[in-house]
């Protein structure tokens, strides 16, 4: 539970604040002094680590049942919850809970857990991080590649972890 809510908070924190401080330069120190901006970046930062909660948690229990031989995957279900909830109580934008609450259920019944960890995994929160960081459109239409890769390679490290931390959890 632990590895899915530090790991989820992590690449979307670093993904975000890394992507508006690249995109502002200088000015970012700026930026972050207005109340407007700040308001949405906290919009931003929910909704981001909510769809990476989501991803992370399908990834990691999918590995699990398909590497490891774990076949609870109704744990997944009650550790994102847990997470889901401990984060409500800390203050997470009622939208963003509500949306993660509604792909997670959504998906849920139909994962794939033998191969989902291999397809595109990250792909739902990194067009997450593309849609809600708080750039102009006509600049992030410019970004759209290098946003969604810059999360997809954060992910990479992850699942390198993951794999490593669990190596010698196999129920086989």
């Known amino acids: 539970m632990n590895f899915i809510q530090e790991q989820s908070a992590q690449v979307s924190q670093m993904t975000l604040y890394g992507y508006l ?4 330069g200088a000015k970012h120190i700026l930026m972050f002094e207005d109340k407007n901006f700040l308001n949405s970046i906290n919009i931003a930062k929910w909704h981001i680590y909510s769809a990476s909660l989501v991803d992370c948690t399908f990834f990691c229990f999918s590995f699990l049942y398909k590497e490891r031989n ?13 997470i889901l909830n401990n984060e409500k109580v800390n203050g997470m934008n009622l939208d963003a809970y509500e949306k993660a609450t509604k792909e997670f259920n ?3 019944p139909t994962v794939n ?10 792909e739902y929160s990194s067009n997450e991080l593309y849609t809600w960081s708080p ?17 997809i390679l954060k992910w990479h490290n992850v699942e390198t972890d993951f794999k490593k931390l669990t190596s010698k959890f196999n129920l086989k």
């Open 106 to 108: 959504s998906r849920y």
């Open 113 to 122: 857990w033998i191969s989902y960890h291999n397809n595109k995994p990250f």
């Open 135 to 151: 750039i102009a459109d006509e600049l992030k239409k410019l970004d759209k590649k290098i946003v969604l890769n810059s999360m």
């Open 21 to 24: 401080k690249t995109r502002m």
């Open 70 to 82: 774990f076949s609870k995957t109704e744990e997944a279900n009650r550790i994102f919850f847990e």
